[in-house]
């Protein structure tokens, strides 16, 4: 009895690898607009490359060896999609990055003007801002929000990630 993954299976562990490379492709292309649409074209593609490499391939197929592969390859694409879908529409991590961009201390109000643009985010802002307390990423002095090292440290890097995804 072998333990090692069949062809399929390490195609698909091969491309499960590939589809974070291929979504920082995809972000150069200007003419791919939109997160989803991108993350969506990023997941076809590598359905398409196993369908290749299945065909492709050297050696007998074995049901048991494609449908543990395509196993692969979707649970590779749903932690995909969870990393991806907080970084492109994650609320906390944009609340902290609005904050990081103004570049001073504000007060909630001001704070939940600069997400919104204006708006008042209510209970739910105040929600988040708990959050971002509690997780050390920001505090409060004199009734005014600033973020800690921490935050900085992360708001900093979800902003490069984005940058590297086409998100922002």
Not at 48 to 65: E, K, N, Y
Not at 72 to 101: H, I, K, N, P
Not at 118 to 128: C, E, K, P, V, Y
Not at 150 to 160: E, I, N, Q, T, Y
Request: aromatic share 8%.
């Amino acid at each position: 009895m072998s333990f090692l993954p069949g062809p399929a299976q390490t195609a698909a562990i091969c491309l499960s690898a590939v589809l974070p490379l291929l979504l920082l492709c995809y972000a150069r292309i200007a003419a791919i607009r939109g997160a989803g649409r991108r993350f969506r074209l990023g997941c076809l593609s590598v359905i398409a490359l196993f369908v290749i490499a299945c065909i492709a391939l050297p050696g007998q197929r074995h049901l048991d060896d494609v449908v543990g592969g395509l196993f692969l390859l979707a649970t590779a694409m749903m932690l995909c999609y969870v990393l991806f879908s907080l970084l492109a529409w994650g609320f906390t991590l944009t609340l902290l990055t609005a904050l990081v961009q103004a570049g001073r201390p504000l007060t909630a109000e001001q704070w939940a003007a600069a997400y919104m643009q204006g708006g008042d985010l209510g209970t739910f802002a105040h929600n988040r801002l708990k959050l971002l307390i509690g997780s050390g990423m920001v505090t409060t002095a004199d009734s005014k929000l600033t973020p800690t090292a921490k935050g900085l440290a992360v708001a900093r890097l979800v902003k490069l990630v984005r940058v590297l995804t086409g998100l922002g």
